[in-house]
């Protein structure tokens, strides 16, 4: 990518909490981000968007997951979720209704489509992360301190590593992606191998015969290492 579209991509991408988050280190600098991010989404459906038409029309369309109506039914805003509860429902029911009955012989024939289980809170989570994912691999060429990041970094979880690898070529291109990924590809294996060493030294300590060897950095070994193939 050349400087005058690497300038273009940076000023639609959020480098700076991507910089912030890669400064502060951990196992997994956008598992972080996806955290507050999630946190910021909470609040925005419960707040005032509740209210507005694009809003509705989205939530009647896909409604929520499990395990965000739980983090909206916990949150402080009861009425901000029935109001959208309400409004899903009514627009389920219509789709119901709408269904025609089975006719003998067509009993296993699919003749109307039923409403899809979705997640408007999901979709968004998505679509944020995916373009910080972009936004890894086009700091590498638009920021001199990433490299450093990078290398010194822990890498990143098993399922964000793969998003950055697949949204790498959105950014970048030729031999600078090419060693992107080389890098990328490198921290990310020693980073699985370091924490695949933690998680054996955990196991290890619980031979009496190790019981007086230091933890080291392997006490949490077994919780880091989950989030670390699956995520946060």
């Known amino acids: 990518m050349g400087k005058k579209g690497g300038e273009g991509l940076r000023q639609h991408l959020d480098t700076a909490p991507v910089l912030e988050k890669m400064r502060l280190g951990g196992e997994c600098p956008l598992c972080a981000l996806k955290k507050e991010n999630e946190a910021s989404y909470v609040e925005y459906f419960l707040g005032g968007s509740v209210m507005e038409v694009s809003t509705r029309v989205e939530v009647n369309e896909k409604g929520f997951c499990a395990r965000h109506l739980k983090m909206l039914f916990e949150s402080n805003s009861r009425l901000g979720l029935a109001l959208m509860e309400s409004s899903h429902l009514a627009e389920i029911i219509k789709k119901l209704k709408a269904r025609p009955a089975p006719r003998k012989g067509l009993l296993f024939k699919k003749e109307a489509a039923a409403p899809e289980p979705g997640c408007a809170l999901c979709d968004r989570l998505d679509a944020t992360m995916r373009r910080y994912a972009l936004t890894v691999a086009a700091l590498w060429e638009t920021e001199k301190e990433f490299k450093d990041l990078l290398e010194g970094s822990r890498g990143f979880c098993l399922t964000h590593y ?9 950014a970048l291109s030729g031999r600078a ?6 890098t990328l590809d490198r921290v990310e294996i020693e980073n699985l191998e370091r924490i695949q060493r933690e998680v054996d030294w955990f196991a290890q300590k619980h031979d009496y015969r190790n019981q007086d060897k230091p933890w080291g950095e392997s006490r949490d070994a077994v919780e880091r290492c989950w989030k670390k193939l699956r995520g946060e």
């Open 177 to 182: 992606l090419e060693q992107f990924l080389e």
């Open 162 to 170: 793969e998003m950055i690898r697949n949204e790498a070529p959105g």
